[in-house]
């Protein structure tokens, strides 16, 4: 997971990507960063940490120039140090470039091992800079031809923003794993990996980067070109279970919205209940328990109280760490719940291990009984698209069947929507989804 964003022709380039990193701050909490172009050339700077913490008012300020793109970190391959954090800033034979990437490219290795045995030195250990080398390599005349030709060699999820003097250039893979919006305010275009950042700046959405194509964007004009030939959707149907921001929109909704009519379908799909109230593990839970109490009639309220400040547990490499802050972040309203037959709603169930806990506490604050319902199937695959899911074995569906993870839990009962229902309300009826975390079916390996 990570969060990109570029834009063209506007004064307060880098301040407008600071304000877009903020919103997508909830992709990536490890490291960001910012590179600037104008009249001065590139300017520069990343660090480790929340964009609140990296940036200054002078440090944006000293990132001047008209084209600016940014980036937030979560690490899938490569660590969590300074040198791999983003945007990368390379000289190539086509002069400086900026890159920032979110996804995972899955022939890294075999890549990485071909360019450095023909010469090629890599500065981080992401796979991020492998294009940029694939680039530099090219026998191409120009800068887009030898990027058509260095994606074509990529393998797996990426969307790229890239700045090369008075352009930014995206591109996203032929499957369109992760998301790639537009945006237009007058002659200035942006690129984010979600609307909000668009929102936040000021920029109308006017569409995505579709899959296989590369967007040129500068002097208020944009050129779209395909560089393969797309395959079909794949987006991540986990950007809406859990990843994306409610307010963000995903084919042409809300995800708070998408959430909501899972939520519905779920209801529908548990049947009556004895229940006294519905909520929602905050705050992707919320949504749904929200749909869900609409469809059911059974009243929403709210039975934890979420700290805004501890960092999101799933956004931790560390195990140890995730479980620190999974303990941390949620504080039980102990009137709501105490004597209470509870459906409590969480957008899914992973290791199991959060869950527990929190059924844990629901109890101890004097739950009756807790029902836990998961807005997701099982999760049985890892992802090799740039989320980072625990290995196969990790996965609780894959050790226990539905009755042994509910004891594990400590849930009165368990039970987690179809991925029929979960597909039916994030799109449009078609299978345009990637759910290979689901069902294995994984559009490339
Ligand atoms: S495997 Fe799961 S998390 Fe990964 S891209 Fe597919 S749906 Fe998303």
């Not at 749904?288 to 934890?304: D, H, R, T």
């Not at 009984?369 to 099982?378: C, D, E, F, M, N």
Request: proline share 3%.
């Amino acid at each position: 997971m990570c969060g990109i964003f570029g834009v063209t022709d506007n004064k307060d380039s880098s301040f407008l990507t600071y304000i877009a990193l903020y919103s997508l701050q909830h992709r990536g909490q490890e490291s960001c960063g910012i590179v600037s172009w104008g009249k001065k050339g590139f300017k520069y700077y990343n660090g480790m940490g929340l964009v609140q913490e990296v940036f200054n008012r002078d440090l944006i300020s000293n990132l001047s120039g008209d084209f600016a793109i940014g980036h937030v970190r979560y690490s899938t391959t490569g660590s969590s140090t300074i040198s791999n954090a983003q945007p990368l800033f390379l000289n190539t034979r086509f002069g400086e470039v900026a890159v920032a990437h979110n996804g995972n490219i899955i022939n890294s290795n075999e890549l990485k091992r071909e360019l450095s045995r023909t010469g090629s030195i890599f500065q981080t250990t992401t796979d991020s800079e492998i294009i940029v080398h694939l680039i530099s390599r090219s026998n191409k005349n120009n800068f887009i031809e030898a990027l058509s030709e260095g994606l074509s060699k990529l393998k797996g999820a990426f969307s790229f923003v890239f700045l090369v003097e008075n352009k930014i250039i995206a591109a996203r893979d032929p499957w369109g794993f992760r998301p790639l919006v537009i945006g237009r305010k007058g002659k200035s275009f942006a690129f984010a990996s979600e609307t909000t950042a668009l929102d936040s700046t000021g920029y109308d959405f006017i569409g995505e980067v579709e899959p296989g194509e590369i967007a040129v964007a500068s002097n208020g004009k944009i050129k779209k070109t395909k560089y393969s030939k797309p395959d079909k959707f794949h987006r991540c149907i986990f950007e809406q279970v859990y990843f994306a921001r409610p307010d963000s929109v995903v084919l042409d909704k809300t995800v708070a919205m998408t959430r909501y009519e899972i939520g519905k379908l779920l209801a529908a799909e548990f049947g009556k209940s004895d229940a006294d109230i519905v909520s929602g593990v905050p705050d992707s839970g919320t949504s749904y328990a929200l749909g869900f109490s609409k469809e059911s009639g059974i009243n929403y309220m709210p039975v934890f109280m979420k700290n805004h400040y501890a960092p999101r547990s799933f956004l931790q490499p560390q195990q140890s760490l995730r479980e620190f802050i999974a303990d941390l972040k949620l504080a039980p309203i102990k009137d709501f719940i105490k004597g209470k037959k509870i459906i409590l709603i969480d957008d899914s169930l992973v290791r199991g291990t959060t869950s527990r806990k929190i059924v844990g506490k629901l109890k101890k604050a004097g739950a009756k009984k807790v029902y836990l319902l998961i807005a997701s199937p099982p999760i049985r695959g890892s992802c090799f698209y740039g989320i980072d899911t625990p290995t196969k074995k990790e996965l609780i569906a894959n050790r226990m069947n539905l009755e042994e993870i509910r004891d594990f839990i400590g849930a009165d009962k368990l039970y987690y929507i179809s991925l029929k229902s979960l597909v039916k309300a994030c799109g449009n009826g078609d299978k345009n989804f990637c759910t290979a975390c689901f069902d294995r079916d994984y559009p490339i390996l």
